[in-house]
Each structure stands twice: as C-alpha cells, then as structure tokens.
C-alpha cells in the first residue's frame, strides 16, 4: 500500500510565500506522475502542477508564475514553493499519483491512483 503524507500548509498573509511536501512511502514503484489538485469550499478539486518522471511539470493559468513543483530523493517527495500567495489560492491541497507512464502531466483527477489527505492552505488579505 502506498502512503502520500503531505505537510507545510497553514494561514499566511496575501503576498506570502509556503511551500508544500508530499513524501511518498509503502510501495512506492510505478510513481510516474507526482501531482498537487486542491479543493476550495463548494468547489471541484483542480489540478494546481505536476511533474513526470522525466520532470515535464504542468501549471493551471492561476499559479504560472508564482507556484514551482520539484521532485527530489529518489522522486520519492515533491514540493509546491507557493508565491505571492492570493486568498483565491485558500484551498485543501492534495497530493496525488498517477502510476500510467506518460510524457506529459495527465490533467484529470480520474487519472491518478493514490491520493493524500491534504493540507490546508489558508490567505488571508
């Protein structure tokens, strides 16, 4: 079984700056896609970025620019480095896995396999 644990959210100011983990452990083969979705109050959940195996990443026109995912120790954690964070940006942030070998980013959520809790990330203005 594989277990995604994402850490780092909390309450900062608009203009502010976290950054997000997501550390992979358990059967931790086939992670070929890393991704972060997040899940506004009475929203749908969206796919924020991502990165490939071969460290293709994709970003939502909302956070190009100011968000930036990397992969690190064996692929086996991925990090979001939030900038000039927005109260829009409030959401629960999730960590996701796609096992399916791709070149790109897959940019729905049925496409991933296994999911972490989350981590609420809260701006305020």
């Known amino acids: 079984q594989l277990q995604l644990v994402e850490s780092g959210g909390g309450l900062v100011q608009a203009g502010g700056s976290l950054r997000l983990s997501c550390t992979a452990s358990?059967?931790?083969?086939?992670?070929?896609?890393m991704a972060w979705f997040r899940q506004a109050p009475g929203k749908e959940r969206e796919l924020v970025a991502g990165?490939?195996?071969?460290?293709?990443?994709y970003y939502a026109d909302s956070v190009k620019d100011r968000f930036t995912v990397s992969r690190v120790r064996a692929k086996l954690t991925m990090y979001l480095s939030m900038n000039n964070l927005k109260p829009e940006d409030t959401a629960v942030y999730y960590c996701?896995?796609?096992?399916?070998?791709?070149?790109?980013?897959?940019?729905?959520?049925?496409?991933?396999?296994?999911w972490g809790r989350g981590t609420q990330v809260t701006v305020s203005s």
């Open positions: 990165v490939t195996w071969r460290n293709n990443t």
């Open positions: 996701a896995v796609d096992r399916a070998y791709t070149e790109a980013v897959p940019t729905t959520r049925s496409e991933y396999d296994d």
């Open positions: 358990g059967r931790t083969y086939s992670l070929y896609t």
